[in-house]
């Protein structure tokens, strides 16, 4: 069965390792410097779940002097990997005070939390802690979360084959607190 061009748009704050994971998936190559990206697009068939896709990787600018430009790409997003390091309390405060608001403002699109810079979890002061990734993750109402690094190419297919599973589910009923019988809508 072959599906239509998933398009899936790659978003989060400046240095948070976008360009690096979508490297890591397309060439399997690692850029250990940072250039900022405006905007770049790889289109690339798999095959995933014994269905043929053809998917667009859209990368994004985090900068504030980007916003205007990057919105454009959010009209044909089928799906947003939504990116924050581990390392970077910031970028991680910056879902839920940036970034999900500017990616809900026109219409809802499944979104796969995205931890990156997974190598660095040991060798940090701050990092920001999988079970606090699982509770954004639910908070947001992503479709997943994965944890990755680009460096040691841990989970970087993953990512993107939640983010093809997402574009073909749609975005999901909202989980329920842990703790929570479901029956409330009280959070």
Known sequence: MYHDMLNIVVVGDGTVGKTCLLHAYTDESFK????????????????????????????TAGQEDYDRIRKQFYKKADCFLL??????????????????????????IPIVLIATKLDLRMKVNTVVSTEEGEKLKRKINANSFVECSAKDNINVQLAVEEAVRACLRGVPEPEPEPGCCGICSIS
């Open 32 to 59: 250990d410097f940072y250039q900022p990206t405006i905007y770049d697009k790889a289109s690339i068939d798999m095959t995933l779940d014994g269905h043929r896709h053809t998917i667009q990787l859209h990368d």
């Open 83 to 108: 990116c924050y390091s581990i390392e970077n309390p910031v970028s991680f405060s910056n879902i839920t005070d940036k970034w999900i608001s500017e990616l809900t403002e026109e219409r809802r």
